[in-house]
Antibody, heavy 118, light 109 residues
């Protein structure tokens, strides 16, 4: 079955960087888009980025554009989110999710907590 | 940006009763609307896409309706495992900047 496993979360100081990884298995990667969605503590869901598994097409939310970079490694069946210039309001659980085209998200990982604090 | 507004914020329902959740879009999204369920400490789970199509494995007591700007998720007879937060999400705009509603918490009355 579809499995998505995030890693790389943790505590980072404001202005710092962090890289999240998502290991995918159980499906044919090239058939799907992938995305990152985050959830601040006690808040709702916020889509932040989507990418084709080939990496050829990428979209970002305005809140992270220019600071975050999404990428894939087909050889490792993995999705990444490089987060730079982190701010306190980036504190959230970050979910990796499989997308049907760019539409909706039909499988989700368990999430990785990123805390930005001095 | 398309803003999604859900109501009510909290819905208190007794087990076995029907729950009706609403989602409104700031502009028409046709039927490009999905619903998710999230339980505490868990990732969201896809319930409905295309406004009314149940995802794989979703029980028939969950149904979605609506088009354009007004949508409804109905849970016909609440089971204990249905108490959770529900989110709607539009996928109509281009470029594809997807937006979610703020959620409706369904709690035990």
């Amino acid at each position: 079955q579809v499995q998505l496993v995030e890693s790389g979360g943790g505590l980072v100081k404001p202005g710092g960087s962090l890289r999240l990884s998502c290991a995918a298995s159980g499906f044919t990667f090239n058939d799907y888009y992938m995305g990152w969605i985050r959830q601040a503590p006690g808040k709702g869901l916020e889509w932040i980025s989507s990418i084709t598994f080939s990496g050829s097409t990428i979209y970002y939310a305005d809140s992270v554009k220019g600071r975050f970079t999404i990428s894939t490694d087909n050889a490792k069946n993995s999705l990444y989110l490089q987060m730079n210039s982190l701010r306190a309001d980036d504190t959230a659980v970050y979910y990796c999710a499989r997308a049907i085209k760019t539409y909706y998200f039909d499988s989700w990982g368990q999430g990785a907590l990123v805390t930005v604090s001095s | 940006e398309i803003v999604m507004t859900q109501s009510p914020a909290t819905l208190s329902v007794s087990p076995g009763e029907r729950a009706i959740l609403s989602c409104r879009a700031s502009q028409s999204v046709s039927n490009d609307l999905a619903w998710y369920q999230q339980k505490p400490g868990q990732a969201p789970r896809l319930l409905i896409y295309g406004a009314s199509t149940r995802a794989t494995g979703i029980p028939a007591r969950f149904s979605g309706s609506g088009s354009g700007t007004e949508f409804t998720l109905t849970i016909s007879s609440l089971q204990s495992e249905d108490f959770a937060v529900y989110y709607c999400q539009q996928y109509n705009n281009w470029p594809p900047r997807r937006t979610f509603g703020q959620g409706t918490k369904v709690e035990i009355k």
